[in-house]
């Protein structure tokens, strides 16, 4: 690529300028206690090997390869002749490896490419600078959670690049990319679920593992409350907390849907924008009248192999069936089909809109037919709850039951404009 303009040009190698500045500042902080002159790098060398290297990415792309080859081979020569004492004595890579990384970060932005190269040494800078979290977070993971992230490294990095992405099965309705990235996106939502019980949950108590595990699982959230409620003698915040997962479950399905079906997102947000609000206000109300607890243990590891790949085959089955109910019944055939598969699970239901053909279901009556899918799922929670935690799970029954009336009123006036 041939760089051309002096204001481009200025502006790569004062890109990588910045970048060894932004570098060199958090190391001269970092290393500021060291005694003058036993410092390998600070401030200033980190910003001349930004600059340097920007020069060198400059040439490069200016066609003079060898010369910005040469200058960025010998930068980086130097930074390990500088460096190899320091790590045979500490054992410490860090400040070399950053005077590397500054180094490649400014031949990227003399390369014609200042934006990713000062987005690079920003996630550098935050990296550095959190060494104590990051230290921190370490330390507090146990052997489930590195499982945890194995597991989804696998489903999210080592599956879903090497999908072919094209309409394969029968009626043309499997798209195998599209069908591991749904895979992707709600393991994903469980995943960051796990990771923020794992962080806060404990610390902050019933609501806050409500508030995180409603974002991949309300219906298991209000299981495990209602079985802890209904086995104390006196309840804490469980009520609040069912009532506060079902209004998190709204946001999500609301997400949900921007990401897979946006032609359904506009009237599904009108049908259920008022029933959320209900359930935020119920849930709030029961929070603040809520005694203090001692915080519930998180719950397990929601990443696992084998129900991802039951969900996609499950996912892959309904989408042949919506294909045929829309080439044999027609929209009203679609809509009977969303709300059976979503009885049981309302992101299936979503996930199966979404792989369907804008025309083959108004937006209108595909929301109102996972509107019921949802007035389905809240009756399997109240049963939950009920079932549990009996007459002490009456108040989180009472704000689900009035979020669920709110959504059947603003579901019937919706039925009326079709």
């Not at 489903?155 to 999908?163: D, E, H, M, R, S």
């Not at 949950?201 to 995180?212: F, K, N, P, Q």
């Not at 897979?260 to 506009?266: D, I, K, V």
Request: some cysteine; hydrophobic content about 55%.
């Amino acid at each position: 690529m041939v760089v051309t303009g002096w204001y481009w040009q200025a502006l790569s190698v004062a890109t990588a300028l910045a970048s060894g500045l932004l570098i060199g500042i958090e190391r001269g902080w970092k290393l500021k206690d060291q005694e003058p002159g036993t410092r390998v790098a600070g401030v200033r060398t980190f910003t001349m090997l930004g600059l340097g290297s920007g020069i060198a990415g400059l040439l490069g792309a200016m066609g003079h390869v060898a010369v910005g080859a040469a200058i960025a081979i010998g930068l980086v020569a130097v930074m390990v002749f500088a460096y190899s004492r320091e790590l045979r004595a500490d054992h410490d890579s860090t400040s070399a490896v950053a005077a590397i990384s500054t180094i490649a970060i400014g031949f990227l932005a003399g390369n014609a490419n200042p934006g990713l190269a000062i987005a690079c040494a920003a996630i550098g800078v935050a990296l550095l600078a959190l060494r104590q979290e990051l230290h921190g977070f370490i330390e507090r993971l146990d052997a489930d959670d590195v499982k945890a992230l194995a597991r989804y490294a696998v489903i999210a990095g080592a599956v879903l690049p090497f999908l072919p992405n094209g309409h394969f099965g029968p009626l043309g309705a499997w798209n195998p990319q599209r069908l591991w990235l749904v895979v992707v996106l709600v393991t994903g939502f469980s995943f960051l679920g796990y990771v923020g019980n794992r962080i806060f949950g404990e610390r902050h108590g019933t609501i806050a593992t409500a508030l995180i595990g409603g974002a991949y699982s309300s219906t298991a959230v209000t299981q495990s409350l209602a079985q802890r409620l209904g086995s104390q003698r006196e309840g804490g915040a469980e009520n609040a907390g069912i009532a506060l997962a079902t209004a998190v479950m709204y946001l999500r399905l609301l997400l949900l849907i921007g990401i897979l079906s946006t032609r359904a997102l506009l009237p599904f947000a009108l049908i259920v924008l008022p029933a959320l609000m209900v359930a935020w206000s119920a849930g709030f109300w029961l929070y603040r009248k809520a005694p203090s607890v001692d915080a519930p243990a998180p719950p397990g590891n929601p990443i696992a192999l084998l129900p991802a790949f039951g969900f996609v085959i499950f996912v892959a089955f309904a989408a042949v069936a919506a294909k045929w109910a829309a080439g044999r019944f027609g929209e009203q055939g679609i809509a009977l089909l969303l709300l059976i598969v979503g009885s049981t699970d309302v992101d299936t239901a979503i996930i199966t809109l979404g792989g369907l053909p804008p025309v083959a279901i108004s937006p209108l009556l595909a929301a109102i037919a996972i509107g019921g899918t949802v007035i389905v799922n809240m009756a399997v929670k109240i049963g939950i709850t009920l079932a549990y935690a009996g007459r002490k799970g009456v108040p989180a029954v009472a704000a689900m039951a009035t979020s669920v009336m709110v959504l059947g009123a603003t579901l019937a006036i919706a039925w009326t404009r079709l």
